[in-house]
T-cell receptor, first 112, second 113 residues
């Protein structure tokens, strides 16, 4: 079956630190990959996506590269801000099956 | 602007009562989904619907019911049979064939008092 494994949280960093949140996947076929962000008390928002191998998704200073050889889609940001504090979810979908498979989420807290 | 609207944002229910959570979208999306999120937890799929008048159980459907009479609307009823209904409920939608993932509503926080 399909699955997404995310880095265990919570993750606490100082402002301006480098961020990596690991995400690996198992899928039958060629998935599209997503990162969603959830701010406190809100729904999930799409942060970035990649639809094929070697694609790089980017948004708001965050980046993730679709690595087929390592089945990974790690989220990175060069310099985090307090406003980046949120829960981050990695997810995949397969063409023809729109049901997303989510990871368990990683809570990120940035300290000033 | 197109979007997905959940109402109400906060809902209180007495034990033994049924309650219905609203989810409406004007994105012309075919598929709609309901998830439950408990504090510090991930998302668990309750029900989903890919076309009008059809829906499927997700991983935790017991104690919940849904209907899909219109493309725009996918209400969720939390019945008295749901043993532990206090949670944050998220509705989402997507086109039937898409690589764009889901659009989520802002959620409804249900508390049993």
């Amino acid at each position: 079956g399909n699955s997404v494994t995310q880095m265990e949280g919570p993750v606490t960093l100082s402002e301006e630190a480098f961020l990596t949140i690991n995400c690996t996947y198992t899928a039958t076929g060629y998935p599209s990959l997503f990162w969603y962000v959830q701010y406190p008390g809100e729904g999930l928002q799409l942060l970035l996506k990649a639809t094929k191998a070697d694609d790089k998704g980017s948004n708001k200073g965050f980046e993730a590269t679709y690595r087929k050889e390592t089945t990974s889609f790690h989220l990175e940001k060069g310099s985090v801000q307090v406003s980046d504090s949120a829960v981050y979810f990695c997810a995949l979908s397969l063409v023809g099956n729109e049901k997303l498979t989510f990871g368990t989420g990683t809570r990120l807290t940035i300290i000033p | 602007d197109g979007g997905i609207t959940q109402s109400p944002k906060y809902l209180f229910r007495k034990e033994g009562q049924n309650v219905t959570l609203s989810c409406e979208q004007n994105l012309n999306h075919d598929a709609m989904y309901w998830y439950r999120q408990d504090p510090g937890q991930g998302l668990r799929l309750i029900y989903y619907s890919q076309i009008v008048n059809d829906f499927q159980k997700g991983d935790i459907a017991e104690g919940y019911s849904v209907s899909r009479e219109k493309k725009e609307s996918f209400p969720l009823t939390v019945t008295s049979a749901q043993k532990n209904p206090t949670a944050f409920y998220l509705c989402a939608s997507s086109p039937y064939v898409s690589q764009d993932g889901y659009t989520f509503g802002s959620g409804t926080r249900l508390t049993v008092v």
